[in-house]
């Protein structure tokens, strides 16, 4: 295959949606339009920031400006020269990212339209492409939020945050507004366009799938599909060879039709584990289609050997379980909630790379794509095969009941199926999940959430068809009907509630076994807030409204999410002694509040090791300017809770318990599949008293409890822990007691828990 990028600069211009537009498409871009350039892949926003025509939109108010721009109709139109076809050739133009409603013409023939952000979009022009001359390609986007209009809403549906025009459309659904991103109802080609040569004989679509994966053998199960110009078959095979390592295979097919299956078994594999379990080896397998042994196509796919199964049981309780089992070894999961990279989605390529690589420096061996973001492309996923992160991704519906008609469950089945066939080669991808909060909704509402067709039909039909040998989950959380509407009774669930002090009741006495959310709040750093809040914005917090925008608030007016500053507030005076009346103060005990919490959360699931199988803390990263949960600001400027979490998620780490008539546990986590032995030592930050110290040995993938150490409720201390396992050095810290406590004495803490490892400045935090 021949591929030929038609990204760059294109010409861009707009209409309102109730002008009449134009005569004939050849009257498009006349003399009365304003025509500017815009990058493509790209959004049209940033196509009017680079012209002039609009203000940085991240920066204090600037969201709202955006507005009146939803009612905006998009034209974009580029040229370009293209060969003549040889005899069988096909071309076809793909759309990696039409936003949202296109009509597409090439050469002034109209090729069709798209009502679906969200996936890619094909379309055949073998016979209306111009040889050895200028093509012209248009694309109109229509207004959403005019298109939308079209939906009759029943009601049994029901909209977010007031955004009852997203129901019926498919975009990412955060683009409304949310409590973490703003409404911003972007259009725009927004992932690249290119042209495809196709030959007549060429590798249509591969499968893999690992059916069996252990240190002495793998199964590996590959379907095939074929397209070729050949009437019979005879004289087609198909040769694959794989290779990882001094690890290889190969194996010939011959082809009785144009698509087949075949086992290939793989004697000593290099397989692909989690992070912190092993190395996540891949394949290069290397696909040749013979036409009477020679090679007509070759497609060359990274493959990982690996089986993950989803050992999930209905209700959550003493013979419950919620648990992700790789190769026949079950995993403790402690990984974060992955949001929008960017509010701009043509810029989220640009930052997989070092927004991965936080998630693989901070320990994370799961990310669970959020179901109100869109779906990440390969390269995303290329990097968390390579860094051994595994992948939930949920479909892109959330927290609405969405339509159930039979023409909507048909555009479902259409994306699903798209999404499916894309990405589930990758070995990173762990789980399908149908929805993010749906069943909440349902049950809130005071209805079944078996009604919603969507989860229980259209997406799982849609997985059992197109990846039948990955786990499905209907929702997050689930209610199954063994649950009925009962909290308490789900396995898995998302722990937010009143956001108080990080160790109430609703946190340390959850009956979940997995935590697939839970966050607590915490201020970026000064340097940022100066980069998005106005000067004269950035202090007091008290009835600011440039706060109240980045916290996140939707709307113009205060509105549901006003409360999320004063939160901070709450939180720092639940913990201290006092709410600090000085910005650095405030971002200082607002980050330690958060980071405290951050490492309570992921140490209260390791300390009930299989009793709780996984924490998805929200959240990584942000997708814009804001006050939130993330422990990265957008501006890739880390708090402090990505450093304490850094220590709490690495395979060995040594945990203090709650206290427990009169004493708390010392416990060794061993998240790894090695055994485990060294010495440990936890003195007292304050007199430098040793308080425990000793050798130990630590079995694989266990908890090993080391010493209990005598202690008071009402004792305040900051002790710190040091250790080395299989000569490998570990550092993390406990504070001791509740509440209050002395923010200057803690500042002073924060110098010693710094000084464990030196991976942070204890002076420059919140800064």
Same mark, same amino acid.
């Given at each position: 295959?021949?591929?030929?990028?038609?990204?760059?600069? %294109?010409?861009?211009?707009?209409?309102?949606?109730?002008?009449?537009?134009?005569?004939?498409?050849?009257?498009?871009?006349?003399?009365?339009?304003?025509?500017?350039?815009?990058?493509?892949?790209?959004?049209?926003?940033?196509?009017?920031? @680079?012209?002039?025509?609009?203000?940085? $939109?991240?920066?204090?108010?600037?969201?709202?400006?955006?507005?009146?721009? !939803?009612?905006?109709? &998009?034209?974009?139109?580029?040229?370009?020269?293209?060969?003549?076809? !040889?005899?069988?050739?096909?071309?076809?133009?793909?759309?990696?990212?039409?936003?949202?409603?296109?009509?597409?013409?090439? #050469?002034?023939?109209?090729? *069709?339209?798209?009502? #679906?952000?969200?996936?890619?979009?094909?379309?055949?022009?073998?016979?209306?492409?111009?040889?050895?001359?200028?093509?012209?390609?248009?694309?109109?986007?229509?207004?959403?939020?005019?298109?939308?209009?079209?939906?009759?809403? !029943?009601?049994? @549906?029901?909209?977010?945050?007031?955004?009852?025009?997203?129901?019926?459309?498919?975009? $990412? +659904?955060?683009?409304?507004? &949310?409590?973490?991103? +703003?409404?911003? /109802?972007?259009?725009?080609? &927004?992932?690249?366009?290119?042209?495809?040569?196709?030959?007549?004989?060429?590798?249509?679509?591969?499968?893999?799938?690992?059916?069996?994966?252990? $240190?002495?053998?793998?199964?590996?199960?590959?379907? %095939?599909?074929?397209?070729?110009?050949?009437?019979?078959?005879?004289?087609?095979?198909?040769?694959?060879?794989?290779?990882? *390592?001094?690890?290889?295979?190969?194996?010939?097919?011959?082809?009785? =039709?144009?698509?087949g299956a075949t086992g290939i078994d793989v004697p000593h594999p290099e397989l692909w584990w989690p992070k912190g379990y092993g190395e996540p080896s891949l394949y290069t397998i290397r696909t040749?289609?013979?036409?009477?042994? @020679?090679?007509?196509? /070759?497609?060359?796919?990274?493959?990982?050997?690996?089986?993950?199964?989803?050992?999930?049981?209905?209700?959550?309780?003493?013979?419950?379980?919620?648990?992700?089992?790789?190769?026949?070894?079950?995993?403790?999961?402690?990984?974060?909630? &992955?949001?929008?990279?960017?509010?701009?989605?043509?810029?989220?390529?640009?930052?997989?790379?070092?927004?991965?690589?936080?998630?693989?420096?901070?320990?994370?061996?799961?990310?669970?794509?959020?179901?109100?973001?869109?779906?990440?492309?390969?390269? =995303?996923?290329?990097?968390?095969? !390579?860094?051994?992160?595994?992948?939930?991704?949920?479909?892109?519906?959330?927290?609405?009941?969405? +339509?159930?008609?039979?023409? =909507?469950?048909?555009?479902?089945?259409?994306?699903?199926?798209?999404?499916?066939?894309?990405?589930?080669?990758?070995?990173?991808?762990?789980?399908?999940c149908g929805d993010n909060e749906i069943d909440c909704v349902y049950v809130g509402d005071g209805l079944d959430p078996a009604q919603n067709r969507i989860s229980r039909e259209a997406l799982r039909r849609a997985v059992e068809r197109c990846d039948p040998y990955r786990p499905y989950l209907p929702s997050s959380p689930y209610f199954s009907p063994q649950a009925g509407g009962d909290w308490d009774a789900l396995p898995e669930q998302h722990l937010w509630g009143a956001r108080n002090y990080y160790k109430s009741r609703e946190y340390v006495e959850t009956t979940a076994h997995f935590i697939g959310e839970i966050g607590y709040h915490g201020c970026p750093n000064v340097s940022s807030l100066r980069r998005f809040l106005s000067p004269d914005a950035l202090w007091p917090w008290q009835d600011n409204e440039e706060w109240r925008v980045h916290a996140t608030d939707p709307t113009p007016e205060p509105g549901g999410m006003a409360y999320r500053v004063e939160l901070m507030a709450k939180q720092i005076a639940e913990m201290f002694d006092a709410v600090p009346d000085m910005l650095e103060d405030f971002a200082l005990a607002s980050q330690i509040c958060q980071a405290e919490a951050k490492k309570f959360f992921v140490e209260m699931v390791r300390l009930r090791k299989w009793r709780r199988t996984g924490v998805l803390w929200w959240n990584l990263v942000d997708g814009w300017p804001q006050f939130s949960d993330a422990v990265v600001d957008y501006y890739l400027s880390k708090k402090l809770a990505y450093h304490y979490l850094r220590r709490v998620q690495q395979p060995m780490c040594l945990m203090v318990d709650e206290p427990d008539t009169w004493h708390v546990r010392l416990v060794m986590g061993n998240d790894s599949r090695v055994n485990a032995a060294g010495r440990y030592a936890v003195r007292d930050a304050d007199s430098g008293a040793i308080v425990s110290q000793g050798e130990f040995e630590s079995p694989a993938n266990e908890n090993c409890e080391l010493a209990r150490i005598p202690i008071s409720r009402g004792q305040q201390a900051m002790w710190l822990i040091q250790w080395t396992a299989n000569d490998v050095k570990g550092a993390n810290h406990a504070l001791v007691g509740g509440p209050p406590f002395a923010l200057e004495r803690y500042r002073a803490w924060l110098q010693a828990i710094a000084g464990l490892d030196g991976n942070f400045d204890a002076d420059q935090v919140g800064r």
């Open positions: 295959m021949t591929r030929i990028d038609l990204c760059g600069t %294109w010409e861009l211009s707009h209409r309102s949606h109730r002008t009449e537009h134009v005569g004939s498409l050849e009257e498009t871009f006349g003399d009365d339009w304003e025509i500017l350039p815009a990058r493509v892949a790209g959004n049209v926003e940033l196509a009017l920031i @680079e012209a002039g025509k609009l203000p940085d $939109p991240f920066c204090g108010r600037n969201i709202f400006v955006l507005r009146p721009y !939803e009612f905006e109709d &998009w034209w974009y139109r580029r040229t370009f020269l293209a060969q003549s076809l !040889e005899p069988g050739q096909r071309a076809r133009l793909v759309f990696g990212g039409l936003d949202c409603f296109a009509t597409i013409w090439l #050469n002034g023939r109209n090729l *069709g339209t798209t009502d #679906n952000a969200l996936i890619e979009h094909v379309f055949d022009v073998t016979d209306c492409l111009n040889a050895d001359c200028d093509n012209t390609l248009v694309v109109r986007l229509a207004s959403p939020v005019m298109s939308a209009r079209g939906h009759c809403i !029943e009601p049994s @549906e029901s909209g977010t945050l007031d955004s009852w025009e997203a129901i019926g459309v498919r975009k $990412p +659904p955060h683009c409304w507004g &949310w409590d973490i991103m +703003p409404r911003l /109802v972007s259009a725009g080609l &927004w992932r690249p366009v290119s042209l495809e040569i196709l030959e007549p004989n060429h590798i249509a679509s591969l499968y893999f799938c690992t059916r069996h994966a252990s $240190p002495d053998n793998a199964h590996l199960r590959v379907q %095939w599909q074929v397209e070729t110009d050949r009437v019979e078959p005879e004289g087609i095979s198909v040769r694959f060879t794989g290779e990882c *390592g001094d690890s290889r295979f190969s194996r010939t097919v011959d082809a009785r =039709f144009t698509a040749e289609l013979l036409l009477d042994g @020679e090679v007509a196509d /070759v497609r060359t796919d990274r493959v990982g050997l690996r089986t993950i199964d989803l050992h999930r049981t209905e209700t959550a309780g003493p013979d419950g379980d919620f648990r992700f089992v790789v190769n026949g070894v079950p995993v403790l999961v402690k990984g974060s909630n &992955w949001v929008p990279a960017d509010a701009f989605h043509s810029r989220d390529a640009e930052r997989y790379a070092p927004l991965l690589a936080l998630a693989d420096d901070v320990g994370c061996n799961m990310l669970r794509c959020w179901g109100g973001n869109v779906y990440e492309d390969h390269a =995303f996923f290329d990097l968390c095969d !390579e860094k051994g992160i595994m992948v939930w991704q949920d479909f892109a519906f959330a927290c609405s009941r969405y +339509p159930q008609s039979l023409s =909507f469950l048909a555009r479902v089945r259409v994306e699903a199926e798209s999404v499916i066939r894309k990405l589930r080669n990758h070995a990173s991808l762990a789980l399908w």
